[in-house]
């Protein structure tokens, strides 16, 4: 065998290594996985917030915090349970 061949067989077998140590790094990453079905019931609707648009999700997140400062200024924190 040539020293070309060698210096070949070398650079192959690191690669080889380099693959096998990348694909072991993506085994160990966790997929995102939500602590609930992100869906939430507001005033008897149900909105799922997969699918929902910018313009929705806005809107509910005003009108969350807008509970959110009732909540607050009733001092209802351990009372008061939403969806």
């Keep these: 065998m040539s020293e070309k061949q060698m210096i070949n067989d070398d ?3 690191l690669l080889k290594y380099q693959i ?4 072991k790094g993506l085994k160990t990453k966790k997929k995102f996985s939500p602590l609930t079905n992100c ?8 909105y799922n917030l997969h699918v929902s648009q910018k313009e929705l999700l ?3 997140l ?3 915090n ?3 400062l009732s909540i607050v200024d009733l001092e209802l924190e351990d009372e008061y349970i939403m969806s």
């Design 39 to 46: 869906s939430i019931e507001l005033d008897g609707v149900r």
């Design 11 to 13: 650079k192959i077998m």
């Design 62 to 64: 005003v009108k969350l």
């Design 20 to 23: 096998a140590e990348k694909k």
């Design 58 to 60: 806005t809107n509910l």
């Design 66 to 68: 807008m509970y959110r």
